[in-house]
């Protein structure tokens, strides 16, 4: 089964804090993306990565940063930490086979709460 | 830019009864894939269905159906016999057949009444 790993399931963090979230697969999949899930919004992407040190920003880029030195590994940053960051991020990766009908696998998601 | 509509943002249901919950999406392109995904109370998200715009035949896995209208540009997830632990957030996205990204509705949330 394929697994994505998120390292921190719940954290709190203050205001300018730089943020960390670490993510990991272990299926050799092409794409990774980070999402934020808020109630009512559904899932936005943030950003997209199809290759090492290759990313796309997605719908909400502002305030974050990613970093994709592994094929397997994909960190999202937040420079300095606002209130309105604080949310769900889910990561999830997936498979680049031409077609597209390939799924997208998530993590467990990461709770973080900025105060 | 495609996107995914979802317009109830809340359904119940009771236990062994049918429901249906709703999808629509706006795109231009014509082969594209469409998914419903269940993520339960503080748990993984997880596919439950896919289906292929191409295909005609409506996707089924087990209890779960859909309803793909083309023409409408509609995709409905219907439940058959629903069961407690089938209480969840339910998420519709799309996939378009030449990127890599995918949309995703704002959900329905399911609840199951014994």
């Known amino acids: 089964d394929v697994k994505v790993t998120q390292s921190s399931r719940y954290l709190v963090k203050r205001t300018g804090e730089k943020v960390f979230l670490e993510c990991v697969q272990d299926m050799d999949h092409e794409n990774m993306f980070w999402y934020r899930q808020d109630p009512g919004l559904g899932l936005r992407l943030i950003y997209f990565s199809y290759d090492v040190k290759m990313k796309e920003k997605g719908d909400i880029p502002e305030g974050y940063s990613v970093s994709r030195e592994k094929k397997e590994r994909f960190s999202l940053i937040l420079e300095s930490a606002s209130t309105n960051q604080t949310s769900m991020y889910l990561c999830?990766?997936?498979?680049?086979?031409?077609?597209?009908?390939?799924?997208?696998?998530f993590g467990e998601g990461s709770w973080l709460t900025v105060v | 830019a495609q996107t995914v509509t979802q317009s109830q943002p809340e359904m119940s249901v009771q236990e062994a009864e049918t429901v249906t919950l709703s999808c629509t999406y706006d795109?231009?392109?014509?082969?594209?894939?469409l998914f419903w995904y269940k993520q339960p109370p503080s748990r993984q998200m997880i596919l439950v269905i896919r289906?292929?715009?191409?295909?005609?035949q409506n996707a089924t896995e087990n209890r779960f159906s859909v309803n793909f209208q083309k023409a409408a540009k509609s995709f409905s997830l219907k439940i058959s016999d629903s069961q407690l632990g089938d209480a969840a957030m339910y998420f519709c996205?799309?996939?378009?057949?030449?990127?890599?990204?995918?949309?995703f509705g704002p959900g329905t949330r399911l609840s199951v009444l014994p």
């Open positions: 996205a799309y996939r378009s057949a030449y990127g890599q990204n995918f949309v």
């Open positions: 795109t231009s392109e014509s082969d594209y894939y």
């Open positions: 999830a990766s997936s498979t680049a086979t031409r077609g597209g009908g390939n799924t997208i696998y």
């Open positions: 289906q292929e715009a191409y295909k005609q």
